[in-house]
């Protein structure tokens, strides 16, 4: 039976950032996460014959520590600027210079990973810890856990676990996230901000090419949350009639809805980089929902959250 120091819930940034550090200290780390590739967050898609980022296409970064990393690990360029959602709170901007999925894979390089829904942790006998995938399906044990999903799904693996919940977790809150991603018949006008009940702003081109009859609609957040229990196709269906009448002169040829329940925390961050678990302290929760105030680019928080977990980890 293979023993990892860590076994790391979630691919997303902070537990590839969990992973790099650790491995790189000389540690044992696997990383599980439900989905087929790593990255979370930092998504790409096809459409037509053209790849869109769909959530983050530039980073915002503050801290030079953290930027030092994702150079390293990522490959990452840091400009003065505001990033593409024209954010703009000073440090530096990593503006991607491929798609956000292969950002991703640059920055999971040498990492152990495994497919398959976490359903449970347990506590062992010889002080460790285990994740259970898929309800009863294969086991893989650890001396630590690290979960870095959203802190209502982790919240939701420790219930299911029989464990206690940490109260830090009670104090992250999240903005939901609802966009369609249109391939157009031809680009027309490119306005990027609009006047709409249900659509804050668009954004256009493609990961490689500005020009690229591609655009991204993202609605209000609370458009987002309003319609997150709403039939999808009813969704879609309204943002394409708000998006015809926005863009009069243009053909939407094909498009996709991206829901986000868990895009960006929006609550009174908790400034500590993770917490543990009542009774189980070789338990650790990090994300993005720790490691520094609300403001701070999400990808940055997750890294200054793994990278305090990392600490913890070697000590």
């Known amino acids: 039976m293979t023993v990892w120091d860590v076994v790391v819930v979630g691919a997303g940034a902070c537990g590839l950032t969990v992973a790099r ?31 869109v980022d769909t959530a983050a296409s530039s980073v915002r970064i503050v801290d030079p520590q953290v930027a030092a990393r994702l150079e390293r690990w990522a490959g990452a360029t840091f400009i003065n600027g505001t990033s593409t959602d024209g954010a703009d709170g000073g440090g530096t901007v990593w503006h991607f210079d491929v798609p956000a999925n292969e950002v991703a894979a640059r920055w999971a390089a040498g990492v152990e990973r495994r497919n398959g829904f976490v359903t449970q942790v347990t506590l062992n006998d010889d002080g460790g810890a285990s994740v259970v995938l898929n309800g009863a399906g294969g086991r893989h044990h650890a001396r630590r856990v690290v979960m870095t999903a959203p802190a209502p799904q982790s919240a939701g693996i420790l219930t299911q676990s029989g464990l206690m919940l940490p109260d830090d977790l009670s104090g992250i809150h999240y903005d939901h996230a609802l966009l369609v991603v249109a391939h157009l018949a031809n680009a027309g006008d490119r306005p990027t901000t609009v006047d709409s009940p249900l659509i804050s702003g668009l954004r256009w081109g493609s990961v490689t090419d500005p020009a690229a009859p591609v655009v991204v609609a993202r609605a209000h957040n609370h458009v987002a949350a309003d319609t997150l229990g709403e039939d999808a196709n009813l969704t879609h269906g309204r943002l394409l009639v708000e998006m015809a009448r926005l863009l009069a002169d243009v053909e939407i040829q094909t498009s996709e809805l991206k829901r986000w329940r868990y895009a960006q925390p929006v609550s009174a961050g908790i400034e500590a ?21 609300v403001g701070a680019d999400g ?7 793994g990278l305090a977990v990392a600490g913890w980890i070697s000590n």
Do not use: M, Q, W
């Open 21 to 51: 550090a650790v491995t790189e200290a000389g540690g044992s780390v696997l990383v599980v996460d439900k989905g087929s590739r790593p990255g979370g967050r930092l998504a790409s898609r096809r459409i037509g014959e053209h790849v």
């Open 273 to 293: 980089g993770f917490c543990s678990v009542p009774g189980a302290e070789v338990l650790a929760i990090a994300g993005d929902g720790f490691g520094g105030p």
């Open 299 to 305: 990808v940055e928080r997750a890294v200054h959250s």
